[in-house]
């Protein structure tokens, strides 16, 4: 997607619920991907979109009556081919967002079972990871 034919969107609500009926209206809409979203103060969120211009200007488009709709649309924004060093910002985002998800790790059942049935000192969640 990061040919030179791609675009960024942006569509920013106050409430996360206008922003999910935006994004679903967005994602059903055209062939877009949406990366990420961003929370802010107040209640203000944002969700990124990614795809061809075409595609990314009638999903906001979409989306933003969506949010109307259901919330309160606060703006929405389209940028043709934007910078790649715009893009690396919104796509590091994803990325850190993705390890921080990788990195947490649920304790199994099977795991739960052992540290219950356990006699000594019960074990931490980490330590179950471990065993496992």
Partial sequence: MLENGYALGMIETVGFPALVAATDAAAKAADVRCV?????????????????VASVTAAVAVGEAEARRVGQLRHSRVIPRPDRSVMQMVLQQLEQEKSKQASFKPV??????KQKNAQSTPTTTTQAIKEE
């Fill in 36 to 52: 990420t979203y961003q929370g802010a103060d107040a209640g203000i969120v944002t969700i990124y979109i990614v795809g061809d």
């Fill in 108 to 113: 199994s059942k099977a795991a739960g079972d």
